[in-house]
């Protein structure tokens, strides 16, 4: 059997309405996505299957914005933003967020969502027809990896231009991130105004500009005189999706699902080769069992002496672990700790997610999200259902900015 050794993803990138590759200046126009499906495959007819594919998409109906979210994963961003954006509910749009990051007093991040279906679509009929989607990012992502050096503040600035669209990443000095983004016969004239603000303020910071064609690049000089800032680096588009940027596997901006490790496929892979490892030792099987019996009856008893001093050792600290689960719930040399937790577990609701729970003595501090649009009624019922009257323990809620919360309490002698 001969296994080829696969080959690297190409990298591709669909924006608005064209197909753009790496290495050529060339696009391929298409109407919807079912056509970009055709198109794309039409381009790679004569390329050995499959190909590989890594994906920047770009469509007009996927939207970047800046949020603030509390610090932590997919699934801790999905349960406190759903409420403001419906798409991260809805299992047939594709979202993601790029890392999230402090800023003074709140956490941030910037959310690509599809604000109706179409990637996931897109991937699976692309696979039917032998290109292989290995992973999907959002231009702003791209355009984040996309610089080969970085300023000592880490701040910096890279726009991309084509002849009615534009998208502009920007990483500023204090850390607040966007993404910017400009459609229509003035999309130039826009960015060229907005890139001229920038650039005379923070004349310093690098940029970049990935122009799609001369043309576009002439256009943008008519607004902005980037050749006056020594900082600013030009590209074409087809020499930016042609540089070797990294892409990690498990990054946040990844807009397809991971790819589960064990597959079926993989499965059916795994049964044929160990059927045929089966097979082939079937022959010697049998004159090694009455070897690997007398053994195995060997290693059983001494195994059975250990397990009885074991045995013998636990039951010595049985009285030990008895009272250490006595002091958890509240015992003479202790709070409640464990029916305090067992409330939480049983009472917080959908809108609100925790972030930290800190017990100290009899003192206790919980701070979290509520989500948008729950407002201070869901806090207080929880609150209310968490310490109500008669609990071993109080629980005082305080609002904070952007929906956070701290609730302050102890437990009661």
């Given amino acids: 059997m001969y296994i080829s050794r696969p080959s690297e993803p190409r990298t591709v990138l669909l924006w608005g309405d064209r197909w753009w590759f790496a290495g050529t200046g060339a696009s391929l126009q298409f109407s919807n996505l079912e056509q970009a499906v055709e198109v794309l495959v039409a381009h790679y007819a004569e390329e050995p299957k499959p190909v590989r594919l890594r994906l920047i998409f770009q469509p007009d109906a996927l939207e970047t914005v800046a949020v603030a979210c509390p610090q932590g994963d997919r699934a801790t961003l999905a349960a406190a933003l759903a409420g403001e954006f419906p798409?991260?509910?809805?299992?047939?749009?594709?979202?993601?967020?790029?890392?999230?990051?402090?800023?003074?007093g709140d956490f941030t991040t910037l959310l690509h969502f599809e604000t109706q279906p179409g990637l996931l679509a897109l991937a699976t009929q692309l696979a039917q027809r032998g290109l292989a989607v290995d992973s999907a990012w959002p231009l702003a992502t791209f355009l984040h990896m996309l610089p080969s050096e970085w300023s000592e503040s880490g701040a910096i600035t890279v726009v991309a231009l084509q002849a009615q669209r534009a998208f502009a990443y920007r990483h500023p000095a204090d850390g607040v991130r966007a993404a910017l983004r400009w459609h229509g016969e003035s999309a130039i004239a826009e960015v060229g105004q907005w890139l001229g603000e920038v650039l005379t303020r923070n004349a310093e910071e690098p940029a970049l500009l990935v122009c799609a064609d001369e043309e576009t690049a002439t256009a943008l000089g008519a607004f902005?005189?980037?050749?006056?800032?020594?900082?600013?680096?030009?590209?074409?588009?087809?020499?930016?999706?042609?540089?070797?940027?990294?892409?990690?596997?498990?990054?946040?901006?990844?807009?397809?699902?991971?790819?589960?490790?064990?597959?079926?496929?993989?499965?059916?892979?795994?049964?044929?080769?160990?059927?045929?490892?089966?097979?082939?030792?079937?022959?010697?099987?049998?004159?090694?069992?009455?070897?690997?019996?007398?053994?195995?009856?060997?290693?059983?008893?001494?195994?059975?002496?250990?397990?009885?001093?074991e045995v013998a050792h636990l039951r010595e600290?049985?009285?030990?672990?008895?009272?250490?689960?006595?002091?958890?719930?509240?015992?003479?040399?202790?709070?409640?700790?464990?029916?305090?937790?067992?409330?939480?577990?049983?009472?917080?609701?959908?809108?609100?997610?925790?972030?930290?729970?800190?017990?100290?003595?009899?003192?206790?501090?919980?701070?979290?999200?509520?989500?948008?649009?729950?407002?201070?009624?869901?806090?207080?019922?929880?609150?209310?259902?968490?310490?109500?009257?008669?609990?071993?323990?109080?629980?005082?809620?305080?609002?904070?900015?952007?929906?956070?919360?701290?609730?302050?309490?102890?437990?009661?002698?």
């Fill in 87 to 104: 798409s991260l509910r809805n299992p047939g749009c594709a979202w993601s967020h790029e890392s999230v990051l402090p800023t003074p």
């Fill in 224 to 309: 902005v005189g980037v050749e006056r800032h020594p900082g600013v680096e030009q590209v074409t588009l087809a020499e930016a999706l042609a540089r070797p940027v990294t892409m990690p596997r498990y990054h946040p901006a990844q807009l397809l699902p991971r790819t589960p490790i064990v597959t079926a496929q993989r499965v059916l892979i795994a049964a044929s080769v160990a059927f045929l490892i089966a097979a082939g030792w079937s022959g010697v099987a049998y004159t090694r069992d009455h070897r690997t019996a007398q053994v195995a009856v060997k290693d059983h008893q001494v195994r059975l002496t250990a397990l009885r001093g």
């Fill in 317 to 413: 600290n049985a009285a030990e672990i008895a009272a250490l689960r006595r002091s958890l719930d509240g015992g003479a040399a202790g709070p409640p700790c464990g029916a305090f937790l067992e409330k939480i577990s049983t009472t917080l609701p959908a809108q609100v997610t925790l972030s930290s729970l800190r017990i100290t003595g009899r003192s206790l501090a919980l701070a979290g999200w509520v989500a948008p649009g729950a407002g201070q009624s869901a806090l207080d019922q929880w609150r209310t259902r968490l310490a109500p009257a008669g609990a071993p323990w109080t629980a005082d809620a305080k609002p904070g900015p952007s929906g956070s919360f701290s609730l302050i309490g102890g437990f009661r002698p």
